[in-house]
């Protein structure tokens, strides 16, 4: 959902509480950022944080090279600013799609002939990401698992790039 702890860049703590009496607090913990790469800690301050009418004090990491501040998840909680709603299963049960439309539901969804897609000659290929590499300990399942897609017809093996 976000961050564990609360954190601020070096520089949003220079420029908003260089006037106060708050001094960082050094600190010999070790925070990690995304990809578990590892925070340049400065240290941290404990500081009153308002959102409409709550008002908690949390326990700020000063972050060196951070670009963004987040709050951490304790606080958002704490502030009333998320709620946690757990109806999934209520929500489930008023409106199943596999009840109303069971056909949409079995099999692998062949279409009964072939059909093309025809795009305008002015559309734009968009990747919204690109190929990424798979772990070694997981190269047998995924081969594996290809096989098995081949094997059903589902996909099929390519030996050129395709548009």
């Known amino acids: 959902m976000g961050a564990d702890v609360t954190v601020v860049p070096e520089q949003v703590f220079g420029s908003r509480y260089s006037a106060s009496n708050l001094e960082i607090k050094p600190l010999n913990t070790q925070l990690f950022g995304p990809c578990s790469s590892p925070l340049k800690i400065q240290g941290n ?7 409409r009418v709550s008002t908690i004090t949390v326990d700020v990491y000063v972050v060196q090279g951070l670009k ?14 998320l709620r946690w709603v757990e109806e ?15 056909k949409l539901s079995e099999g692998l969804g062949l279409m009964a ?21 798979v772990a070694l300990p997981l190269q047998p399942k995924l081969k594996k698992e290809i096989e ?12 050129r790039p395709t548009e």
């Open 113 to 133: 002939a072939t059909y093309t897609i025809r795009l305008k000659n002015s559309a734009v290929l968009v990747s919204l990401h690109a190929p990424c590499r």
């Open 45 to 51: 301050i404990t500081t009153p944080i308002t959102w």
């Open 68 to 81: 963004e501040r987040f709050l951490g998840q304790s606080a958002i909680e704490s502030l009333g600013m």
């Open 88 to 102: 999934v299963n209520q929500l489930r049960n008023k409106f199943d799609p596999r009840e109303r439309y069971p």
């Open 148 to 159: 098995r897609l081949v094997n059903m017809g589902i996909i099929s093996p390519m030996d």
